[in-house]
């Protein structure tokens, strides 16, 4: 389970990271204050800061947009408001009164951020302007006195026809940061001097909103001016816009926050955990019964975990070397020899035992040409050693902390130590019975029921 849980998670990771969120692009130096156009930074900015606007009803998405929208896996019905208008706004759509849309045509190479006239772009052409004032202070402008063909040729865009009519101002400047602009396309006409004069604009206020011509609004909202594209005399120079550069990182950001995952995605992430789930189990099964063989050979093991203890270990070992590295002829190849100094091995402190450890399969086959004392002192070991009473009073050494010791005698030592977070005292018996145990000669050696009986009684008197 632990394996097919890690697995899963590898798997979901590698296709978050697949969809991970693409750097969008923004200006450092942007600010919504009309010396440009660039509404779809604007939108992007607004629906970030977490603000949001209706969606929009529109029959008849152009199929340029349907098709941008599907290669990303998203439908324009089920984009966010923001999203929507500068989807339109980036492919050069405008919306007129009856929310048709119309194609917007920019001077070719330019995209829909770069069709704003600067306001000496529109004093150069003989036009003047009408001086407002924001609540806050700042200047803005609006125009005043200009004809069609003064607009015209300072106009950046040319739009489609459109019904829509108007009766303000066809060129304005001056924005806010918090300004989220609602894009519309109207329709001006007029006679002047006994010439009729047709232009087309951008407007970015609602209708209730607009104010009338030479009416400064309390707010200012930049006015884009459009030449109508049937008046253009050189189309060759005016092009659908270029693309900018949020769009197509917010839509792939929206597009993955908001997919779902298809049936070849789900196979792939099972096959993947699969792959990984299989040589894992296997691993991790080996690796329990590497660690259940480890522990149980450290239950075998002598309470020890302190430098004190420790050194009473060492001090046994020494009392007994001469012992052991010079056993007598009778002994050198014997079995029982053989199994008391692996026992000897086990009651060490990590890192000092130097012995080597008799497998049971030699020991059986040493055993087989043993004497019938030695084998009966193997049997006695092996009896104390199985013996159901000493499995149960084993405790792992890596469930004790030895503090430090309280008392010692001729034949044993007491410590102090933690266990299950409890203080528990320890009784250390290995340098008398290890003696014992460890004799030459067999008829000194005791009987593993005594050292049964020996330790039952200790637990009764110290328990």
Known sequence: MASLMLASVLAVAALAFAQAKEVVPLDHWYAFDGTHSDFTQQFYRRFEAGESLPPLQIDGVPKEIQQFLGSHGVSFDGLPGLLQR???????????????????????????AQIAVPMKAYE????????????????????????????????????EAVTRPGHTSMWADGGDDEFIPEVRVVRHDWTELGKSYLMFALHVEPDDSEKAWSICPSAPSMIIPCRPLAMVKTKKAWCRPVRG?????????????????????????????????????????KRRKKRSAQESMEDHQAIVGSNG?????????????????????ALENSDAYNYLEAVAQQDE?????????????????????????????????????????????????????????????????????LYNMHQVAIKHLIQRLARRCLEKDPDKRPQAQSIVEELSRFHYEHC
């Open 309 to 329: 203890l420790r050194s009473s270990f060492n001090s046994l070992r020494s009392s007994t070397d001469m012992t052991l590295a010079r056993p007598s002829s």
């Open 124 to 159: 150069r052409t003989g036009c003047t302007v009408q001086n407002c004032t924001a609540p806050d202070g700042r200047p803005h402008h609006r125009s005043f006195r200009c004809n069609g063909l003064q607009m015209a040729t300072v106009s950046m865009c040319a739009s």
């Open 349 to 417: 402190p990590l890192g000092t035992a130097t012995w080597s450890f008799k497998s049971g399969k030699e020991l059986g086959q040493r055993a087989s040409v043993s004497s019938g004392r030695q084998r009966a002192a193997l049997r006695t070991l092996q009896a104390f050693e199985s013996h159901p009473l000493i499995n149960h009073k084993r405790i792992s050494l890596r469930k004790i902390q030895v503090v430090r010791q309280l008392s010692t005698s001729a034949t044993s030592e007491v410590w102090l130590a």
């Open 245 to 285: 550069k949020v769009l197509g990182p917010w839509i792939r950001n929206y597009a993955n926050d908001h997919r779902r995952v298809t049936v070849i995605e789900l196979t792939l992430i099972v096959g993947a955990v699969m792959i990984v789930a299989v040589p894992l189990a296997r691993f991790l099964q």
């Open 86 to 112: 500068a989807v339109i706004w980036d492919f050069g759509y405008a919306l007129d009164n009856d929310l048709n849309l119309g194609k917007i045509y920019t001077r070719c190479g330019r995209s829909m």
